[in-house]
């Protein structure tokens, strides 16, 4: 997985011949957006179903925005990355017993 970060280009450290990737979390474009949201407007988070709502549809326009960024970059996009990290785990869970 360390080396699936390093050839996509996320800074990280290397340490022990093993690079860790540094970040902002599993979400770092969707949750800075959320919490604002939720700091603003509390109302319309107490609901589960609106705030999994609202995460889905700023996912979706957040990354219609930065998309082009990852281009320019030759950067995978965090869905493609998503992909390659998924098929890393498929390969481990194919040759468990």
């Given at each position: 997985i360390g080396e699936a970060a390093k050839n996509a280009g996320l800074p990280g450290t290397t340490k022990n011949d093993v690079f860790t990737p540094s970040g902002a979390g599993a979400n770092p474009f969707i949750t800075p957006l959320i919490s604002s949201a939720n700091s603003?407007?509390?109302?319309?988070?107490?609901?589960?179903?609106?705030?999994?709502?609202?995460?889905?549809?700023?996912?979706?326009?957040?990354?219609?925005?930065?998309?082009?960024?990852?281009?320019?970059?030759?950067m995978p996009t965090p869905q493609q990355f998503q992909l390659i990290l998924e098929n890393i785990a498929n390969k481990?869970?194919?040759?468990?017993p």
């Open positions: 603003k407007y509390p109302r319309m988070f107490i609901n589960q179903h609106q705030q999994a709502s609202f995460k889905i549809y700023a996912e979706k326009i957040i990354m219609t925005e930065v998309a082009p960024l990852f281009n320019e970059c030759a481990y869970i194919q040759n468990t």
